[in-house]
C-alpha cells in the first residue's frame, strides 16, 4: 500500500468514527427523561467560588445564592484581588456568618484555579467539627459570575447522584446568561456589525453547552466517565479526601484542573454523573480574541490530561467503553492536528490527480459531481444539526428555518476549534503554562465590548 493509500485508509475511518460519534452522543439526548429529585436536607453543602478581582460580580452572586440556598455556606478564596473583592466578602461575611472569606497573598497566591480550590478545601476541613460524616458534606464549585438555577440541590441530592453512595462527583448543564443581553443592543461605541457579530458569538457558546456539550455528558452517563466542568460541579468531600491521600491535594496543575479532578475521581472508585435538568448560568464571551484565548486554554488542559491514559486503561475502575471515551476526548486534540494536515492533503492531491487523468480541472469537476453533497453529509451536516436541536429545546417559538441558520452559524463556529488547537499546541511544544484569568464582561462598559469586538 502506497503513502496516498495509507493516508486515504487513515482519513476514511477517522471520518467513521467521528460519523459513528455523533450518532451514539445524539441518540441517547434525544431520548433521555427528567431525572427524579432528593431531599436536600440530608447532606450538609459547601460552595467554593475562587475569586480574583471579582468585585463587579461577586457580591451580587452572594446575595442571589444565599438567597436561593439558604443553608448553604459559601466559602470565597480571595486569590490576591488587587480591586474591593475582599472587601465586599468580608463585609458580607461580618453580616452573615455562612459567608466565610479565604485569603491567599503573594508571592503564595495567582498560581491557578486548582491551588485557590485547594485552599478553600483545607480551610473547610480546619473548620469542619470532628467526627462529621464526610461522605454526606458536598461541595460544590461556583464561577464568580455564576447563577444556579433553584433545584440544584434537590437534583444533586436525587438517587441518581448523590442519592447513590457509589456518586463521587456529578456535574450540572451549562447555560449562557447573557443570550438575550440588552446592553449589546444598546451599547454605544459598537457598531451594528460588531453587536451582531458578539450576538452571535454568545448564542453560538449558548447552543454549544447545550447540545453538543450536553450530549456528550449524556453519553457519558452510560460510559461512567462525565466529566466536570469548571463551574456548577459538585462533589463529595469523601471523595476529595480519597484523592488528597493519594494524590497530596484534591486539584492538580493541569490547565484543565476540572477534567483533571474527574478523572481522580474516577481513579479513586467513585462515579461521576451528568445533570442535565439542572443548570449554572454564566456569561459567554462576546470577543473572538477572550473566545480563543479560552478556548486554547482548555485545549491546552485536555493535552495536558492525555498523561493519564495509561492510568485509565489499567484501572480496575474503568470499563472499556469508558476507557475508549475517555481516550476519544483526551485525543481529540491531537487528531485535530492530523486532520489539518491530511484533509487539505489529500483534496488537493485527488484534485490534481483527477485533472490530470481527466484531461483538466473542469473534466474531473464534471465527473465529481457527488463531491459537494458528500461534503455536506460528512463535513458540514454533523455540525449543523445542532441547530435544529437547540431551537426545538431552548427556543422553539422560533421558525424552523431559524433552526437551520442556527446550524450553519455552529458549523462555522466550530472552525475556531482548529485555531485554539494550533495555539495549544504551540503553548505545549515551548512548555509555555502560565495563563491570566479570562476577563468579566462589564454590562456598562461598550468600551471594553468594542475592543473584544
Known sequence: MSV?????????????????????????????????????????????????????????????????FPE???????????????????????ADPLVHLVRRFLPDARSGKGDALNAAYRALDDWLPSGVDRETVIVMVLDADGLMSENAFRQAAGPLAFGDPEVGAAQTAVWMSNVDDPALKTATGLGRVKQGFARYLILMQDMEFRTTIAAMQSLRRHTLTVGLGGNGQFTRLSALDTIARTSGQPWHGALLEDYELAIHVMLSGYKTVYM?????????????????????????????????????????????????????????????????????????????????????????????????????????????????????????????????????GYWLYMYQNYVSVLRATYRLVTGRHGWAKTRRNNENDAQLLAKEA
Open 276 to 408: 442535565h435538568d439542572a443548570h449554572v448560568s454564566q456569561e459567554a464571551l462576546p470577543g473572538l480574541r477572550r473566545l480563543l484565548t479560552q478556548r486554547t486554554r482548555w485545549c491546552h488542559g485536555g493535552m495536558q490530561c492525555s498523561s493519564y491514559l495509561g492510568r485509565i486503561f489499567e484501572s480496575p475502575y474503568f470499563s472499556n467503553i469508558g476507557a475508549i471515551e475517555c481516550s476519544y476526548f483526551l485525543v481529540q486534540p491531537f487528531i485535530q492536528i492530523l486532520g489539518l494536515v491530511l484533509w487539505p492533503t489529500l483534496f488537493i492531491t485527488m484534485v490534481a490527480q483527477g485533472s490530470l487523468t481527466m484531461g483538466g480541472f473542469q473534466a474531473w469537476l464534471a465527473a465529481s459531481w457527488f463531491i459537494v453533497p458528500l461534503i455536506v453529509v460528512t463535513g458540514i451536516a454533523p455540525f449543523a444539526l445542532w441547530g435544529p436541536v437547540y431551537r426545538k429545546q431552548a427556543a422553539p417559538d422560533k421558525s424552523r428555518l431559524v433552526g437551520v441558520l442556527w446550524g450553519v
Open 72 to 94: 448553604a455556606h459559601v466559602w470565597v478564596v480571595d486569590d490576591a484581588s488587587e480591586d474591593a473583592t475582599a472587601h465586599i466578602v468580608q463585609s458580607a461575611s461580618g
Open 4 to 68: 496516498l493509500e495509507s493516508a486515504q485508509a487513515l482519513a476514511f475511518v477517522l471520518l467513521v468514527v467521528f460519523l459513528a460519534y455523533i450518532c451514539v452522543i445524539l441518540v441517547p439526548f434525544l431520548r433521555r427523561t427528567p431525572d427524579p429529585e432528593g431531599t436536600p436536607g440530608g447532606f450538609s453543602w459547601h460552595v467554593f467560588i475562587p475569586c480574583r478581582d471579582e468585585e463587579t460580580v461577586i457580591g451580587n452572586t452572594l446575595a442571589k445564592l444565599r438567597g436561593q
